[in-house]
């Protein structure tokens, strides 16, 4: 099973490999000697961040984040200052990463008050936070938005406009609870995704900081990694997040902190199953500290066909995104909102089906026989009003394949599995993914699940569940 991944993922030698990853190129440094500029004069960061970059991409990148940067606000009585960064794996695009499946940006905000004024701060970013999805609203190329406050909801462009006093005390909510909160919104069609429309992310991160810059307190958490792997729009914004936040960020308590903390992540993502996310938390943590044995195993990993399904589903995601918005206008009063998107409803499905046949029909897919055929038809299912449910169906079908895929390859990446074998996780991620990929059949309201599938599951209930081959064609 692992030899069509072995002939073409190793042709090249682990040597040829970090060439590419690592491209020999000129980071500018500062005058302090942490923040670096990045190839070509593009991005802004720690050499952790930037090292891996590929001049024509990272450029892109940043551009496409523009859409997403607002004009400077007030912050009434409070002193406040903000940054926004492109972070990886997106910032590897051209390099490790071969494929976009989406842009995330974070956008720190950093606001001064005397002890004692939190309240009031989070009032003050509320509204802030507001004023900006108003100015979203009026922007040419993005789909309206979405705001995702944790286990508190979404919230739509419409319900914020209707309700915006409710939407503040929501958002205030979920960030005193230390709940995730971004923007998600599509963008259309431009630069590297001229035939589709790109999902952007924007998670908000708000620093609390006392007057005289002694201590902070971040909402809705403090992530270490952000730091080593953030491409800032501006040299001036880099230096305002490590000037508040960063210290000496190579230091060895600093250098242990992170360390610890990419191998939680890489812990939990293996537990969790989600393969590509590890390897790319376990490419980070090389860039950090400068391990960079397991980066040839990493490249092989988000080359391979496992990462083309990743995008494939997440193309049909977006997709998916698309007929919603059709489908919520076509339910309005005036009808107008899904007549700009069906153009480019056609032209991704169109990319989408070109795109499915040439990865199912590769032999490295090892797609079971029948499923393209399967897959083919969808097309005429779309005469029966049921492209949505089919849409489904090609993301049930790209994760059942990508699991028997990610095994076999993983099984060929050895320096990976050491790691794992250092961190203690490779025999509770065996056992797992025994548990999570069994392709035997529970019956219907069984109340016994497998202890492991079950803490799988429990860690992220958002997570999809991967669905075998049968389950998945059965959508269709």
Same mark, same amino acid.
């Given at each position: ?15 040829? @490999? ?17 923040? *670096? ?16 970059? *590929? ?6 990148? #940043? ?22 960064? %492109? ?6 695009? =051209?390099? @490790? &990463? ?76 979920? /960030? ?24 952007? +992310?924007?998670?908000? %991160?708000?620093?609390? /900081? *006392? ?22 729009? &501006? ?5 305002? *997040?490590?000037?508040?936040?960063? +210290? ?14 990419? !191998?939680?992540?890489?812990? !939990? ?7 590509? +996310?590890?390897?790319? #938390? ?12 397991? /980066?040839? !195993? ?10 083309? $399904? ?44 070109? @795109? $499915? ?13 029948g499923v393209w055929e399967t897959v083919l038809n969808w097309r005429e299912s779309v005469a029966r009003g049921s492209r949505a449910v089919c849409v489904r169906g090609v993301v049930g079908v790209c994760q059942a394949v990508s699991e028997g895929l990610f095994r076999d390859l993983h ?57 075998? =081959? ?7």
């Open positions: 099973m692992a030899c069509p991944h072995r002939k073409s993922l190793w042709e090249q030698s682990d040597a040829e @490999l970090l060439k590419q990853v690592l491209p020999p190129q000129t980071l500018t440094c500062t005058p302090g000697g942490l923040l *670096h500029c990045g190839p070509g004069g593009e991005g802004f960061g720690l050499q952790t961040a930037l090292r891996a970059s *590929h001049p024509d991409r990272i450029k892109e990148c #940043l551009s496409l984040a523009q859409s997403m940067v607002c004009k400077p606000k007030h912050a009434g009585r409070f002193k406040m200052e903000r940054s926004i960064a %492109v972070v990886s794996p997106r910032a590897w695009l =051209g390099t @490790l &990463s071969p494929f976009l499946c989406g842009l995330q940006v974070v956008e720190f905000c950093y606001i001064r008050a005397p002890p004692g004024c939190l309240e009031e701060v989070l009032q003050v970013y509320a509204k802030l936070v507001l004023s900006e999805l108003s100015e979203l609203d009026g922007k040419d190329g993005l789909t309206p938005y979405t705001v995702h406050l944790g286990p508190g909801g979404k919230w739509g462009m419409q319900q914020v406009a209707a309700f915006p006093t409710r939407f503040q005390e929501c958002f205030m909510d979920a /960030l005193r609870q230390k709940h995730p909160v971004h923007l998600q919104v599509l963008q259309a069609q431009r630069g590297i995704a001229q035939w589709r429309f790109l999902p952007l +992310q924007k998670h908000f %991160v708000l620093y609390c /900081l *006392h007057e005289d810059g002694s201590t902070w307190l971040c909402l809705p958490h403090h992530n270490p990694l952000f730091l080593y792997q953030a491409v800032f729009t &501006s040299m001036d914004q880099a230096a305002l *997040h490590l000037r508040t936040v960063g +210290q000496d960020p190579f230091s060895s308590g600093s250098l242990q902190e992170v360390t610890s903390e990419a !191998d939680s992540q890489i812990t !939990d993502s293996f537990l969790r199953g989600e393969t590509l +996310q590890g390897y790319r #938390l376990v490419a980070l943590r090389c860039l950090v500290t400068g391990e960079e044995a397991c /980066l040839p !195993d990493c490249w092989r990993m988000c080359h391979s066909v496992c990462a083309q $399904l990743e995008f494939l589903s997440a193309v049909a995601e977006c997709l998916q995104g698309l007929l919603e918005l059709c489908e919520e206008g076509e339910q309005s009063a005036a009808g107008q909102t899904a007549i700009p998107y069906q153009a480019a409803i056609e032209e991704m499905s169109e990319g989408l089906s070109w @795109l $499915l046949k040439r990865t199912l029909q590769h032999p490295e897919a090892l797609a079971p026989p099984s060929l990446c050895h320096q990976v599995q050491a790691l794992l074998d250092r961190l203690g996780t490779a025999g509770e991620v065996r056992e797992v993914r025994t548990q999570v990929c069994c392709t035997k059949m529970v019956p219907p309201h069984s109340q016994s699940h497998p202890h492991g599938s079950s803490a799988c599951h429990n860690q992220n209930p958002s997570h999809n569940v991967h669905r075998t =081959g049968a389950q998945a064609l059965e959508l269709f």
